[in-house]
């Protein structure tokens, strides 16, 4: 087996200017860049951060949209050795100090109109770390004496990407400089990548995708990428036709939204030929395909620590509902029982890896020795996410290890019972998750939002529900909720809501006398 390329960021910037040095590499609404554009702005904005004290292994922050000012900082950082900390732009009080803190930012730099809620956390008390605090404005007069890139290994840190936090905290994952780029490899392979390509992404930079794909993939592949500051359902279409995109990476959600809109005048003649967005529901990527003339790319698993664990090898169509097929290639992937043994084909187990080869997978969790060393349970790392795999290798996920239930020895994947949910005319979010039971194991409640003009009781949508589940995962517990409790990026925090438990609020379908045949 062929061992993948390895090299670092900086490496590869190098080699996209000596290959390619005035074509077009990245467009920012029509600011486009060269690669030795980035090179020489990048080189100049080390100097201006050295000058101010940046030396290897800092640890830089920034609090940015999507702009040029952010890539050209990220290498910037990386010249000098020093580790680039992207956080969320939604993030404030709080959800900000603990990203600062936790990092231990050396200098943060921040838009001009964000100022202010980094001013807020940052204090000699609360963030002792961080010596200056820099405005976006200002990243245009860096500059300073030469200074030589440092010596960089493939091994080296370049990004800290924090978790979205639905579990408690949120916690850095370490990335390497190879790291990245072989996520960029692995999601080039199985687009189908070339040179001639143009990717156009809305996805902020502050995720590892916009970054792989966009920002190093494009210097490794070749072509040239359009990162857009803000998604635009009404500026999609005129975006595409404007960067002759022929590829489109993004949420699935996202792709939801312009598969539903109406019709619009730059739909015809346009260029995409790849929408790579996942999760994709089957009416959706039909949507894509036949009304849009677009093949789709839904069919991935991976999270910030590993990627991509499951993807859809060339040529390759999925199977219905999975989440195409495990990566063998640059890991080693099985599904392991609670005692960490290997599950039967067709069963449910973790989803447990490893690298094949060096520094293809997260260092760790930043200061957090006894996580890591958790997840990386007798030299595996256990995703924390069930799924099954058929005797074809096609990956099947089930649920969250911690969202799942078990009820009267049943399980219940809180996945399907959402999925299901969704389907409800009156419902707008759900949220399904267990509660301790009195007679051990769990009981099933959903926690959801009525849309404002419907009239819905937890009576009725029990029994809607009782014609579309398996009588042992009819929910014991419903409850109406004017909102789901969320963190920044959205992701509902279920164990707030498996906290919180039985509240005032919440209906009993046996203390309502409600009962259902087994059948």
């Given at each position: 087996m062929?061992?993948?390329?390895r090299t670092t960021i900086i490496e590869a910037l190098q080699a996209r200017v000596a290959a390619d040095p005035d074509g077009e590499y990245l467009d920012f609404h029509g600011d486009t860049w060269s690669a030795r554009r980035v090179d020489d702005e990048s080189r100049r904005m080390a100097r201006g951060?050295?000058?101010?004290?940046?030396?290897?292994?800092?640890?830089v922050a920034n609090l940015l949209e999507n702009s040029a000012d952010q890539v050209v900082l990220f290498f910037a950082t990386l010249r000098l050795g020093a580790i680039a900390v992207p956080i969320n732009h939604a993030y404030k009080g709080e959800f900000l100090r603990h990203q600062i803190d936790d990092c231990g930012a050396e200098l943060v730099v921040v838009q001009d109109d964000l100022a202010d809620r980094v001013h807020a956390v940052v204090g000699e008390q609360s963030t002792p770390a961080v010596r200056e605090v820099l405005l976006a404005s200002q990243l245009a007069e860096l500059d300073g004496p030469d200074v030589a890139d440092a010596a960089l290994r493939p091994s080296d840190l370049a990004c800290f990407i924090y978790t979205a936090g639905?579990?408690?905290?949120?916690?850095?994952?370490?990335?390497?400089?190879?790291y990245v780029v072989g996520m960029s490899m692995q999601i080039a392979r199985a687009w189908q990548r070339t040179p001639d390509d143009v990717v156009w992404t809305p996805l902020p930079l502050f995720h590892l995708n916009a970054i792989s794909i966009c920002v190093v993939g494009t210097l490794i592949i070749g072509g040239r990428a359009s990162i857009a500051r803000r998604f635009s359902v009404s500026g999609f279409w005129p975006e595409i036709q404007r960067t002759k995109a022929t590829m489109v990476s993004m949420l699935g959600s996202l792709a939801i939204l312009i598969a539903n809109a109406d019709?619009?005048?730059?739909?015809?003649?346009?260029?995409?030929?790849?929408?790579?967005?996942?999760?994709?529901?089957?009416?959706?990527?039909?949507?894509?395909?036949?009304?849009?003339?677009?093949?789709?790319?839904?069919?991935?698993?991976?999270?910030?620590?590993?990627?991509?664990?499951?993807?859809?090898?060339?040529?390759?169509?999925?199977?219905?509902?999975a989440a195409g097929m495990l990566n063998q290639i640059e890991f080693h992937v099985v599904l392991l029982d609670d005692d960490d043994l290997p599950v039967p084909v067709g069963e449910t187990g973790e989803i447990c890896v490893r690298p094949r080869h060096p520094d293809l997978m997260f260092a760790g969790y930043w200061n957090r020795a006894a996580d890591t060393v958790a997840a990386w349970r007798n030299l595996w790392f256990h995703t924390g996410d069930l799924g099954r795999v058929d005797d074809e290798e096609f990956l099947y996920f089930v649920d969250r290890k911690k969202d799942s239930l078990r009820r009267r020895g049943e399980n219940i994947s809180s996945f399907e019972m959402e999925k299901v949910l969704y389907g409800h005319p009156g419902l707008t979010d759900v949220a399904v998750h267990a509660v301790a039971s009195a007679v051990g194991e769990d009981d099933v409640k959903v926690t959801v939002v009525r849309k404002s003009d419907v009239a819905l009781t937890a009576e009725d949508l029990c029994r809607w529900l009782a014609d579309r589940v398996p009588y042992f995962a009819i929910p014991r517990y419903i409850e109406f909720r004017a909102d789901l409790p969320r963190n920044p990026t959205g992701k509902v925090l279920k164990y707030e809501l498996r906290d919180e438990g039985i509240t005032a609020a919440t209906w009993d379908r046996e203390a309502a006398g409600v009962t259902f045949e087994r059948r």
């Open positions: 062929t061992a993948p390329l951060l050295a000058a101010r004290g940046v030396k290897h292994g800092d640890r639905t579990t408690g905290p949120s916690k850095g994952c370490m990335l390497s400089h190879n019709d619009h005048p730059d739909m015809a003649g346009h260029s995409l030929r790849v929408c790579a967005a996942a999760p994709m529901p089957p009416d959706i990527d039909r949507v894509w395909r036949e009304r849009f003339d677009c093949a789709t790319f839904s069919g991935g698993f991976g999270m910030t620590e590993a990627s991509l664990i499951a993807a859809l090898p060339p040529g390759v169509e999925n199977k219905p509902g």
